[in-house]
């Protein structure tokens, strides 16, 4: 990963941090973007002088060409984008959720990953976030599931049409980042403790577990095409 330059979109938090803070301590250049300029300065002051940082949002395709423009080539992207919408019982859930989710978590991966096409390096990867309501059978999510799903399901299709640029994804589980923040922190604890009890390995996910896969799927230069479902077998049981 020595010298090689990897542009994470959604990485001034949460999983996209984590991978920026270990792709650092492996040698790599690492720009972050996100929306908000504060958590920028602050996931800077994390992670040192070396991080660069670019004040992007994703879902403002229209700004994306030239955001990209201003980074310059790069090897490899992460698509750390998430979203919170769409869920609820399919009886109730609001389509208006459903549609906003879909517009910050699919249409935004790939305005993102169509503006980066023309920087990113021909033998390089491109990474993107999906999450386990994809691949389980958790009554509830079917609106986020399908907004997830549909990220799982560009990785195939793109990792032959842009070959030999190399595209994988993780789906990670329950884990403990800001996403849940809008949560109060006495129902947080209580819903993480019942999702540990279900998950084989005991406990649920740090955002440490999952840039962990994610920097496995950067750095092999002989995986395409794959989704790495990161989270301790809880899809098994949920």
Known sequence: MSSQHTVI????????????????????????????????????????????????????????????????????????????KGMGPLASVSLADVKLGFEEKVYAHIAAAQ??????????????ISAVSAHAAAPGTAGIGAANA??????PTLAVELRPQRVNAVSPGVIDTPWWDAVPEAQKQAIFEEYAA?????????????????????????????????????????
């Open 115 to 128: 503006a980066a096409l023309p920087h990113l390096s021909p033998t390089g990867s491109l990474t993107f």
């Open 9 to 84: 979109v959604g990485g001034s938090s949460g999983i996209g941090l984590a991978t920026a803070r270990q792709l650092l301590a492996s040698g790599a250049e690492v720009t972050i973007t996100g929306r908000d300029e504060t958590r920028l300065a602050r996931a800077k002051a994390q992670l040192g002088p070396t991080a660069r940082t670019l004040r992007m949002d994703a879902a403002d395709a229209d700004t994306l060409p030239g955001l990209f423009a201003e980074i310059g080539p790069f090897d490899h992207l992460v698509l750390a984008l998430g979203s919170g």
């Open 198 to 238: 279900k998950t084989p390995v005991g406990r649920i996910g740090r955002a440490e577990d999952v840039a962990n896969a994610i920097a496995f799927l950067i750095g092999n230069d002989f995986i395409s095409g794959q989704v790495i479902i990161c989270d301790g077998g809880l899809r098994l049981t949920a």
């Open 150 to 155: 549909a990220v799982a399901a560009l990785v």
